[in-house]
């Protein structure tokens, strides 16, 4: 496969994780990772200008999950990646298991919203247009598990077993489109489960759970398959250069095992905020109920032992 098109040198030394981890800046990844962390920022200062505060537990979560990005995209990790199916595996992992995940714990739509000003009457602004997006049937359609968890599985599958992943690989354009296209169906897979963010599709926390189990075995049968494989099945990845000093099917064993154990991760972290949201969800619960109480007097534990004495009052 010719990837001359990216402009990078084919002539790579064998990989090791210091050469992976050299500056070697996709600038569209760089410029959006950038843009993101400004933006963000900005929302943040705008906030606590006017005396509101911002969790830093959530700006941390979300610098990590840009900086996870640039990791995998803005590294010789992208270069190693148009050569290396293993190294490939890991960029596709990341920016569609990690990423996502870390990016919506920190909240972006909700700084959004309470960072825009709202416009005046008879007006649209920012603000309007984004809760017009989230109330609009189009993010009800794509945020819901019927559309999500086949979007989740049919790019693993879809993508990789077809000729479409090695058209992808043939331009430089292409393949960001193919990575932008994962973290997607990332944000849309975790958003319903696992954002904190408002939206149109949020079930109870047993049935995220069940949304999460749903999708994530199908990424251990995708690796055990291709560890399984008695030939390469990625045309992009079967004659890799020789200066790598690598096999091709050895490599792509390498790709399987990473797909398999990447499934085990996500589901650990989402499980984790998961049980946390749960106990904190309870815990407001539990002070709204005590702060009614306070209000009334506590009429309805009162009613409740009134019905109780009637109830023993009848059996005597």
């Known amino acids: 496969m010719d990837h001359g098109g990216h402009g990078m040198n084919m002539d790579l030394p064998p990989f090791t994780l210091g050469r992976g981890l050299e500056f070697s ?42 900086l996870s990005i640039a990791l995998v995209m803005c590294t010789r990790l992208n270069d190693y990646g148009m050569v290396m199916f293993s190294v490939h595996m890991v960029q596709h992992m990341v920016i569609s298991m990690v990423s996502p995940i870390l990016l919506l714990l920190g909240a972006p739509v909700t700084l959004a919203l ?11 602004g920012p603000r309007e247009l984004l809760l017009k997006l989230l109330h609009s049937r189009y993010m009800k359609i794509i945020t819901h598990p019927v559309f999500t968890i086949p979007l989740f599985i049919a790019s693993l599958y879809g993508l990789y077993f077809t000729p479409l992943f090695d058209f992808l690989m043939e331009s430089k354009t292409g393949h960001i489109a193919m990575m932008v296209h994962f973290l997607a169906v990332g944000l849309v897979f975790f958003w319903p489960i696992i954002g904190v963010d408002p939206g149109p599709h949020r079930p109870g926390y047993v049935m995220r759970m069940l949304e999460l189990f749903a999708g994530m075995p199908f990424h251990a049968f995708f690796g055990i398959a291709l560890m399984m494989a008695s030939q390469p099945m990625v045309k992009a ?54 702060r009614a109480a306070d209000r009334d007097g506590d009429q309805e534990l009162k009613a409740y032992n009134a019905y109780l004495a009637s109830l023993q009052a009848r059996g005597q």
Request: hydrophobic share 50%; charged share 20%.
């Open 25 to 66: 800046a996709d600038p569209f990844f760089l410029i959006g990772c950038a843009v993101a962390l400004a933006l963000y920022g900005y929302g943040v200062v705008r906030l606590r200008r006017r005396g509101d505060g911002w969790p830093v537990n959530r700006i941390v979560l979300f610098v990590i999950g840009v």
């Open 114 to 124: 309470r960072a825009l000003p709202v416009a005046g009457r008879g007006s649209t």
């Open 237 to 290: 990845y079967e004659n890799p250069p020789a200066s790598l000093g690598i096999d091709a099917l050895g490599d792509q064993s390498a790709a399987g095992g990473i797909a398999w154990a990447f499934s085990e991760i996500p589901s650990v972290l989402v499980l984790i905020a998961l049980v946390f949201q749960w106990y904190r969800s309870d815990q407001r619960t539990a002070k709204r109920s005590d």
